[in-house]
């Protein structure tokens, strides 16, 4: 079964400092899904990644699909205290023979110190 | 928009109760699915109903079982509640499955649940 793995699995950085979140597959991913998770809330979708080597930036945040499609990057740019949470890359997976489900890494928490 | 609507927020058991949780989404979307979190296993897929009149297991169904009672709700059911249920639970929908790389999905905002 795929899985992925994320890291690293936690973050402490400096306001105005950049970062990276790296996301792992053990299969060729075919679709890659970013989404954040606020302390105790839900998960917002921040972006999806399909083709290999795919760039997309959304305000501070680029993510990057590999060649291979095998490993995603989340870059955050100049972090603010407004980017804390957990940040959780997923992929389209198999489960019964049915496409359609997402399977998850296990989550980066992110914290930023003001 | 409401979006996805779960409850109750929180709710406390004892061994042995039986509880539902209730989920609702107002986007059209076709397919729902219900997750569970917990502190370092991630995001675990329970089941899943990728139309109204189907449901699926997922990763980790046992101990579940859920309704799909039309296409805007899909409910778990806990018959008799376990320790290693205490999780929070979260319902998810989307509007495509089948199709790889387009299964964008929207959470609730999650069901904290706790087992005595």
């Known amino acids: 079964s795929q899985e992925l793995e994320q890291s690293p699995q936690s973050l402490i950085v400096q306001e105005g400092k950049n970062l990276t979140i790296n996301c792992t597959s053990s299969k060729t991913l075919y679709g890659l899904y970013w989404y954040k998770q606020k302390y105790g809330e839900g998960l917002i979708f921040l972006m999806m990644l399909q083709k290999g080597g795919e760039e997309k930036s959304h305000e501070k945040i680029t993510a990057k699909l590999d060649e291979k499609k095998q490993q995603s990057s989340l870059h955050i740019t100049a972090s603010q205290p407004s980017h804390a949470g957990i940040y959780l890359c997923g992929a389209d997976s198999n489960y019964g023979g049915s496409q359609g489900n997402l399977i998850f890494g296990k989550g980066t928490k992110l914290s930023v110190k003001p | 928009n409401a979006g996805v609507t779960q409850t109750p927020k929180f709710q406390v058991l004892k061994t042995g109760q039986s509880m539902t949780l209730q989920c609702a989404q107002d986007?059209?979307?076709?397919?729902m699915y219900w997750y569970r979190q917990d502190p370092g296993m991630g995001l675990r897929l329970i089941y899943y109903?990728?139309?109204?009149?189907?449901?699926d297991k997922g990763e980790v169904p046992n101990g579940y079982n859920v309704s799909r009672l039309n296409k805007r709700e899909f409910s778990l059911r806990l018959e008799s509640a376990a320790p290693s249920q205490t999780s929070v639970y979260f319902c998810?929908?989307?509007?495509?499955?089948?199709?790889?790389?387009?299964?964008?999905?929207?959470f609730g905002a999650g069901s904290r649940l706790t087992v005595l």
């Open positions: 998810a929908s989307s509007s495509t499955t089948g199709s790889s790389g387009a299964n964008v999905l929207t």
């Open positions: 986007m059209n979307h076709n397919s």
């Open positions: 109903s990728a139309s109204e009149g189907t449901t």
